[in-house]
Each structure stands twice: as C-alpha cells, then as structure tokens.
C-alpha cells in the first residue's frame, strides 16, 4: 500500500497519522497523568454503575441504552457529563468493577456515533474532558490490554485535534487559557513530545501575563475564575516538577499572585464575595486550593489593578467592588455592581450581593446581572452599565457583553481617628443622566459599627438631566439574618445566626424590608430580604446610614469579659 493510501486509512480510522499531524513525534504511550484535585466522593461510583447520572441537579437513568444517545435535561448536565469530570468518582471507588466500568463508559464515548454533539465541543468542555482523560488514565488503563490502549491513544489523540482546532476562535478569557493549559499538559503526558512542551509552556505563559493581572485578579474581575483556573494549574506546576522540567516563571508567578488574591475575596466563614458571576463557593475545592498557599498572612486591603477594596477591623470585613468593568470580550459574565459591597461579621455573612446560581443560569442572568441585585444605588431604576440586549448581537457574540460602563472609578482611603475612611465614586450614570454616585464608608476599630454615606450629585458644570432623578439605595441580605423592621421605619433589627443582633439605621430617611432573592445558595435559589431607601436627587442628594452591633451581643460580651479576665499565673 502507498504513502498516500496509508495516511488516508489511517486519517479515517482516526488513527496515529492523525495524532503525528497534530503532535509530531511518536505518541504510542502515557508518560505520566497529572493529578486531579477536584473533590471525589466513591459512593457515587454505585450510582454511576446503576446507569444513574447525576449532575448539575439532574438524574438520567439510561436503562441499558448508551449514556450519550439520551437527550440531555439541561446545558449544564451535559456539561457535567461531556466534561469526563465524574471518572474520578469511579478512581475514588477503586475496585476491579469501577475501573471496567470506567473502560465501558470511554470506550462508548470513543466510539459513539454521536461524540460530535456542539456542547461537547465548546472549548471549555473539550479541553475538561482531555484533562480528565490525562489525569484518569491510570484507572481507565490500570487493567488494560493493547488493543484498548491503542483505542484510547486514538480517541485522545482525535480529542486534541479538536482541541488544537478550537484554538481558532475560542472565546476570550478562562475558555481559552483551560485550552492552552490542555495543550500543555497533553505535550507533558505523551510521549515524545519533548520538543513541543517548549511551545505550549510559551503560548501559556503569554496569556498568563496578559489575562492575570499584577494584584493577582482575573480581567473578567470574576472571583470564580480565580478557581477554576488554579484547580488546573496547580497540578501543572507538579507535573512539570514530575517530569524534572522547571516549570514556565510566568505559570509560578501567577500561582503565587492568584493565591493571595482568592484569600482577598474570603469572608470570615470561609466564602467568597459575589461579584462579576461568582456563585455559591464549593467549599471543597476552596480548601483544597488552600492547603497550597504558603503566604498565610493577614489578606491586602486593596486589589487596584482589578479595582477591589477590602476593610477588615475587628471580627467585620467589607469587600467594595470599586472598580470599573472588564474589557468587553471578557464581560459575558461581568455585573453592573460598582461601589456594591459585602458586610460579614466573624462566621456571619450579613449585607451580601444577589449571586449567580451555580445551575440554570440563562433564567436569572438578566436579574443577576443587574445593578438592583447587588448592595449599592439605583438611578432611575437604570443600571450602571449597558448590555448587549439585541438577540441578532446576542447570538453573534455568544452573549451579552458590556458596551458601556462607568469609565472612572476613584478611590481614596485614609486612616483617621475614628476608623478607616474609603471614599469612592463612579460615573457610569453621567451619559445618560449626567449624575455622579458617591459613596463613603467608614469603619469602626473595633469592627462594631459601619458608617456610609451614599450621595448622587451632577458631573461638575452639568445638571441632573431627564425627569426621574429617583434612587434606591439596596442592601440585601443573607438567608441566616432574621429582620425586622423598627417601628419608627427609620431602621431594621437583623439577628444572625450566633445570636448576635445588629441594627441598621437612617435617622433621616424612610426605610423598607423587601423581598430579595439569594441566588448563589448551595442549593438553589433562597428566599431573603433587603433593605430599601428611596429618594430623590432633587430633593433629598444624599442618605447616611450605619450599621451597628448591640452590646448585648453575644460576641461583644465575650468580648469584654475577656478583656475583664486577669491573666492566670503558672504553676
């Protein structure tokens, strides 16, 4: 048979002609499989075995027929399942059964007709699932024989074809760095591809730079993003260290400015503040993430590159969203929060953004999205940014991006004797209403007390334009705080959940207990509470309002009576 025949049955049969087009160099054989960090639970594996799958709050029974011929519930299951992220459930069972499962589910995938699904090739799926196939390969392989690795090494190997291919056009952001950091560690993993680590540790290191910024943030300013990058790269840097080749210096340094800035976002019981699409934080991963960061110090008061600030005094901290959108092609997911902030108090969480959900986004991104769902000032019932809102557009961009937004947001913050002063403004509302919004917030040494001041004012030499100059000052509260409004209606009693009670107070201004909407909760969407004030520009420019923990609180009188307790001498 000539060269030509040969490299024609080979393309067809997806076999190594195909892999040597993508990957020159013989790839006949795993070197190594990175590690996985993700959390797995081995009782799941039972349920997987039954033909039960379950992901993204959604069970499939597939009754003898194939897993990937049924429709799938909704985006996000099929996602779970195209992404391969369950095989580690079956390594965590570790038994012969588990792993012949593990080989039936692959070998189905491999050679299914309908493997070419369009979910299954977004590249932010494609590449989890090369991932997994890497890094679960010793349990898919364990008990093997030659002809089912050489199937395997087929399927990978038509995999990254794909991969490589999506490089075209994938999207901008974390879809494109998991890319790149599949790509690196399937140069790692394979053999023979010494000569082409160099290349993809190249192209991962440049978008690196130009998508971690120096204070540690993602662009898209999305917490979560933070994550789901360093779940990967974490066991990146270990496989370079497995293979005795020194890893990329802009992969180490962006470990190690990406790890300080996560513990930036945390609260006092361990989640991260909702801004920009973050949801509710899988608390496994977290500490997982953790357990790797050797800094372990007190976290920085201000992120500036990625416009955050973070006030911590006492048992309380507030995170300030103080900065102004990412670029579009990495604002999908991006809110209209500027100057929002989350309060907690220790354990507690008390003034909190709306969220994300982690399932079933696309029914509440508009709402989520929006400035009304996150703790800071409306005008006019507006946003402070603008999305994409025309389907056509919607469809060609792959979503909604911002188009416009605040474009300055200052910030100055001072230590003055009664606390720490942040002072910031944004003009995301100057175009269209030719207003400023101001907020100031200080806080008490002790952590017991909160004042703010929000003030909306005309641009300097302008006036306020349009007819409604109304605002609504929001702050929403977590699900564990129990509310009740004053009867003066100048304020709110809240009661947290270690019994501690806080009130809230504007002495000069009506407030309302409305209903709010958690939607970043664990398991779904939670019913809540915020705290309205209503104004108008015209009449009434600026609202100052407190919060303040009682003395009687529990954590104030343990507070006192140790301080009160004499130091116990030695024996």
């Known amino acids: 048979m000539g060269r030509f025949a040969r490299n024609v049955m080979a393309r067809a049969s997806g ?63 099929e996602v779970a399942l195209l992404g391969f992220g369950w095989l580690r459930h079956l390594r965590a069972a570790d038994t012969a059964l588990t792993r012949a499962n593990a080989r039936a589910l692959v070998d189905d995938w491999i050679s299914n ?48 074809r794909y991969l490589r291919y999506t490089m075209l056009d994938v999207p901008d952001g974390v879809p494109r760095l998991q890319v790149l950091i ?56 270990q496989t370079f260290a497995a293979r005795n080749i020194a890893p990329p210096p802009a992969l180490l340094n962006a470990i190690d400015r990406m790890m300080p800035m996560l513990r930036f976002f945390r609260h006092g019981d361990g989640t991260i503040a909702l801004f920009n699409g973050m949801s509710g934080t899988p608390s496994d991963l977290l500490a997982t993430l ?8 007190t976290p920085m008061a201000s992120m500036p590159h990625t416009g955050f600030q973070r006030l911590d005094a006492g048992a309380m901290t507030v995170i300030v969203d103080a900065g102004v959108p990412p670029p579009p092609n990495v604002s999908h997911d991006a809110h209209a929060g500027c100057l929002s902030f989350e309060l907690s108090s220790g354990a507690s969480r008390i003034v909190v953004n709306c969220g994300m959900p982690s399932t079933g986004r696309d029914n509440w991104r508009p709402f989520a999205r929006s400035t009304v769902a ?12 603008r999305f994409v809102e025309l389907s056509a557009m919607k469809k060609v961009l792959h979503g909604a991006p911002i188009v416009s937004g605040p474009a300055v947001v200052e910030n100055f913050r001072e230590a003055v004797t009664d606390g720490v002063l942040l002072s ?30 929000d003030s909306v004012s ?95 609180s529990p954590s104030q009188t343990n507070a006192r009576r140790n301080a009160r307790r004499e130091p116990e001498l030695p024996l």
């Open 113 to 160: 007709p309908n493997n070419n699904r369009p979910i299954g090739r977004r590249a932010d799926v494609l590449s989890r699932r090369v991932i997994s196939l890497l890094s679960q390969a010793p349990l898919v392989l364990g008990d093997t024989d030659s002809k089912f690795y050489r199937r395997y090494l087929r399927g990978l190997a038509r995999e990254m």
């Open 182 to 237: 599949a790509l690196c560690y399937a140069s790692l993993c394979l053999a023979n591809q010494a000569r082409h680590i160099r290349g993809a540790s190249r192209r991962l290191s440049d978008e690196l730079q130009r998508q971690i910024l120096p204070d540690g943030g993602h662009i898209s300013r999305n917490p979560g993003a933070l994550i789901d990058l360093l779940i990967d790269l974490l066991p990146l840097r």
């Open 374 to 385: 996150h703790s800071t000032l409306t005008f006019a019932d507006t946003s402070s940014c």
């Open 290 to 297: 953790l357990a790797y960061d050797d800094t372990h110090g």
């Open 458 to 552: 005309p641009a300097p030499g302008g006036r306020i334009r349009g007819s409604d100059a109304s605002y609504a000052l929001r702050f929403h509260l977590h699900p564990s705080v129990k509310a009740n409004r004053l009867s003066d209606g100048r304020g709110v009693m809240l009661v947290l959940p270690n019994r501690d009670v806080w009130t809230f107070e504007a002495l000069d201004d009506k407030v309302d207990l409305e209903d709010s909407v958690f939607l970043a909760g664990t398991d779904g969407p939670r019913r809540t509470a915020q705290i309205v004030i209503r104004q108008d520009a015209r009449h009434a420019s600026s609202v100052r309002w407190s919060f303040v923990r009682s003395a009687t």
């Open 424 to 453: 910031t403004s944004h003009d995301g509302y100057i175009p269209r209403f030719g207003v400023i919004h101001r907020r100031v917030l200080m806080v008490a040494p002790d952590g017991t007390r909160l004042d703010g001041e």
């Open 15 to 77: 076999g190594s002609v195909a892999l040597s087009r993508l990957w020159p160099g013989r790839t006949d054989r795993l070197i190594i499989a990175p590690h996985d960090l993700r959390t797995a639970d081995a009782t799941r594996a039972a349920e997987i075995y039954a033909g039960r799958f379950v992901f993204a709050g959604k069970i499939v029974t597939c009754h003898g027929r194939s897993i990937f011929d049924l429709e799938p519930p909704s985006e996000d299951w």
